[in-house]
């Protein structure tokens, strides 16, 4: 039965689905069997434009999962909140939808990383964020930050709401791109290691370089 290890961020944009590829390839490298998938995807229509990137730098084809939309099991066209795309369409989001596909997953690959939508706290309903799902399924978290100002607070307002929540944070991937002010991004990316070797010792810190994506 494969791992699965959830890819969420600081907020939307921070580079997850880079990261989600670039660590899909860096575990092929270490001879695994990895597939990606996208929680929710929101903004496109057709196959799930993260998994797209996904592939580019895991440097593979769309694979049969991916045609079939076991990899994206819920596609909605307004690119905003989950829970909003949802309603924009008279639909509703049914976790173990989303929980059907990541098994089926499982049973073929040795690590299925999941990629959210957006931030930590996003709603897929009225009630449900996507931290409940997370929290309910059991899945460590990667968690992907950046040196742009403003993430020192939201880095750490994500680590402490998985400490609450009792979920294991398994790495912090420092996103170096885009690079703004090199002051900035050094001392974040310096703090953000103290405060992780101090506060959550066990969880591992990686640095995500600028990734050409054709
Ligand atoms: N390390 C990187 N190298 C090259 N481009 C990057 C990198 N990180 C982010 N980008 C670019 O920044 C933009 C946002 O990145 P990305 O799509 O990965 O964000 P995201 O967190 O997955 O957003 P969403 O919440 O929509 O899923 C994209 O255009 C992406 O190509
Ligand atoms: C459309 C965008 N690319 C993301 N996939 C969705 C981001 C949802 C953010 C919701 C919020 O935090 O306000
Ligand atoms: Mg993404």
């Known amino acids: 039965m494969g791992q699965v290890i959830f890819i969420s961020g600081i907020d939307t944009d921070v580079g997850k689905t880079i990261a989600t590829g670039w660590y899909a390839k860096k575990l092929m490298t270490q001879g695994h069997l990895v597939i990606t998938q996208k929680m929710i995807q929101t903004g496109c229509e057709g196959i799930a434009e993260d998994l797209l990137v996904h592939r580019q730098i895991q440097e593979i084809p769309l694979q049969p999962e991916d045609e079939q939309g076991i990899t994206s099991p819920y596609i909605f066209a ?4 989950p829970h909003l ?15 059907k596909s990541t098994a089926l997953l499982q049973q073929k ?5 999941l990629e ?3 931030g930590l706290l996003v709603p897929y309903n009225q009630q449900q964020t996507t931290l409940d799902y997370v929290q309910k399924q059991g899945y460590p978290i990667i968690l992907v930050t950046s040196g742009k100002l403003g993430s020192i ?25 885009p690079k703004i002010d090199s002051i900035i991004e050094q001392e974040t990316q310096q703090y953000l290691r103290q405060y992780l070797a101090t506060h959550f010792p066990t969880t591992k810190f990686d640095c995500l370089d600028e990734i050409k994506v054709k």
């Open 109 to 113: 690959y040795d690590y299925v990383l």
């Open 116 to 118: 959210g939508a957006g």
């Open 85 to 99: 795309s949802a309603k924009l369409e008279q639909r509703q989001i049914l976790p173990e939808t989303i929980e």
């Open 153 to 177: 607070n939201h880095t750490l307002l994500s680590l402490e709401v998985c400490q609450h929540r009792k979920i294991p944070v398994h790495t912090v991937i420092y996103n170096q791109y």
């Open 78 to 81: 307004y690119p905003c909140s």
